[in-house]
Nanobody, 116 residues
């Protein structure tokens, strides 16, 4: 079955960096676009970044542009989110996701907390 397992979250000071990873299995990863979403307490889940199947195309939320970079390694079935210049408002649970045959699949999430 489809599995998405995120890792790399944690507590970081403002201005710091984190690299999130999402290991995928159970589907054809190399032919699936991948996304990172986040959800802060009391807020709706929002799209952070998207990457095409081969990584040649990316798209970012305005809040992530210039600070976050999404990438993928199809040989390792893994998608990454490099987050730099982190701000307190980036604090959220971050989820890896893919859309397969009109069904959206989610990982369990990894918590990112930006605080001094």
């Amino acid at each position: 079955q489809v599995q998405l397992v995120e890792s790399g979250g944690g507590l970081v000071q403002p201005g710091g960096s984190l690299r999130l990873s999402c290991a995928a299995s159970g589907f054809a990863f190399s032919t699936s676009a991948m996304s990172w979403y986040r959800q802060a307490p009391g807020k709706e889940r929002e799209l952070v970044a998207w990457i095409s199947t081969r990584g040649s195309g990316t798209n970012y939320a305005d809040s992530a542009k210039g600070r976050f970079t999404i990438s993928r390694d199809n040989a390792k079935n893994t998608v990454y989110l490099q987050m730099n210049s982190l701000k307190s408002e980036d604090t959220a649970m971050y989820y890896c996701s893919t859309l397969l045959y009109s069904l959206r699949y989610w990982g369990q999430g990894t918590q990112v907390t930006v605080s001094s």
